[in-house]
């Protein structure tokens, strides 16, 4: 057993399709929440492989694609100092803000490094004590144990030069806004994976419980996917809410504790804003005070920086499943993957990325 | 973002107090932190993402998919669907 290719075996997929197919009596839309999910599903073309009646609304689970524009200006700023190694991880390179992006930078000078894992950057400072190495800490709940761990153990080895950018967004409060919209037409949801591996999946037990929808735990192969559809299908059509756990293999329903409690360690709960979406209340982490020492918006003074989005993008509209990509009269001659407008563009796991490399649609030109 | 690649641990060591391993991921290997998992062991999977292991992956868990499709064979419910499948 790999874990991976006996995931896509197209054998089983068309089992998983029939199964659906003979549960469905009725149109349900379906919201996958995480953008690596969205990116199966578009690679894949499970979205093809339903019956028509089951739709599939991309979820706003892509962090690349919901930091807010003044903290990508944030990081511009930052990146640009001659004192500052700014550390990132690679797909935060091209989000554009109000003035260019970290790759514009760095091409004007700026020590811009992509990095594999929070910690490497702590091996970066140590290596150029007259300089302070930045990260660029982004993420969903997944990331964050990651990026605890790099902020506690430079404080344990007491090392001065490390500051961490921090736009660390959180699930459930984004599913709880979905659901309280009055324009909300999602009646079941895929959860994500991965967040879950973290944080369990009690916080959605609350949420099926007061929104009295399905939540099916899932993963990120094709047949995880798949699986996931049919068991919110099955809840679904028996008028059952809750929480089903599809991906057992790596979920637990405490989710990974020793994760959880370096979450808790490092970072408090409070407000964020969400590109294209807007202020969700606690919907984000930020440092606790005891590390407030490494918060890089302070010690750079760069936290007041407020700009504007582009009228044109309808990334907000795509976040909250209201429109497809292929809707707004930009996609793919204007925005694209190399000079993208808005949050859902700026990523590969952002909705319009993934509906601009997979599927050739026609272009408005 | 939330990418989790499933690899298999073949070295545990310790680096700056930190429990490490090196992990394979078919053919590539990468040190990966065991922190939040420190009771991996060699020989096992796990989920790692941004070089940190998140969770053990269960393989008796793994397989519940492929014999809960291998019951789903000849069943009734199987047969009446997708006969207009295009």
């Known amino acids: 057993m ?83 190694i700014f550390c990132s991880f690679g797909d935060m390179l091209r989000v554009p803000g109000s003035r260019g992006d970290l790759l514009s930078v760095k091409a004007s000078g700026g020590d811009v490094r992509i990095v594999y894992s929070p910690l490497d950057c702590l091996t970066v400072a140590a290596a150029n004590p007259d300089r302070t190495v930045v990260f660029f800490a982004v993420g969903f709940e997944t990331t964050a144990p990651a990026n605890a761990m790099a902020v506690w153990q430079a404080k344990r080895l007491e090392m001065e030069n490390f500051a961490v950018l921090v736009s660390h967004v959180l699930v459930p409060p984004a599913v709880a806004a979905i659901l309280s919209s009055p324009s909300n037409r999602v009646q079941g949801f895929l959860a994500a994976g991965h967040v879950c591996a973290v944080m369990g999946y009690e916080e959605y037990e609350s949420l099926a419980e007061r929104f009295r929808v399905p939540f099916v735990v899932t993963g990120f192969e094709p047949l995880d996917l798949l699986e996931g559809v049919y068991r919110c299908v099955c809840m679904l059509e028996e008028g059952r809410c ?82 497809k990509p292929q809707e707004c009269s930009a996609f793919g001659t204007r925005c694209t993957p190399q000079t993208p407008l808005g949050a859902t563009m700026v990523s590969s796991e952002g909705a319009c990325a993934a509906y601009y490399q997979y599927r050739r649609m026609a272009v408005k030109t | 973002m939330c990418l989790g690649i499933p690899g298999q641990l073949t070295e545990k060591y310790e680096e700056h107090g930190l429990p490490m391993g090196k992990v394979d991921f078919g053919g590539v290997t990468k040190s990966v932190c065991l922190a939040h998992v420190p009771d991996l062991e060699v020989g096992e999977y796990a989920i790692v993402h941004v070089g940190f292991a998140l969770s053990r992956l269960n393989e008796e868990e793994a397989r519940m998919v492929f014999a809960f499709l291998d019951s789903m064979n000849g069943l009734e419910e199987l047969q009446s669907g997708g006969r207009d499948v295009p």
């Open chain 1, 2 to 84: 790999k874990y991976l290719d006996e995931y896509r075996d197209p054998a089983a997929a068309v089992k998983f399709r029939e199964l659906i197919r003979a549960r469905t009596t009725r149109p349900w839309a379906i919201m996958e929440v995480c953008g690596g999910q969205t990116h199966t599903i578009v690679k894949y073309g499970i979205d093809d492989l339903l019956p028509p009646r089951i739709t599939l609304i991309h979820g706003p689970g892509c962090p690349v694609c919901v930091t807010p524009l003044e903290m990508i200006d944030q990081a511009l700023v930052i990146a640009a100092r001659p004192d500052v």
């Open chain 1, 242 to 323: 809750g929480v089903e756990n599809q991906y057992a293999r790596v979920v637990r329903r405490e989710g990974n504790v020793e994760s959880r409690r370096a979450i808790e360690e490092v970072f408090e709960t409070g407000d964020r804003t969400w590109r294209g979406i807007g202020a969700i209340p606690m919907s984000g982490y930020r440092l606790r005070p005891a590390y407030a020492a490494y918060d890089a918006a302070v010690r750079f003074g760069v936290s007041g920086l407020t700009v504007r989005e582009s009228a044109e993008c309808i990334s907000g509209q795509v976040l909250r499943g209201m429109k």
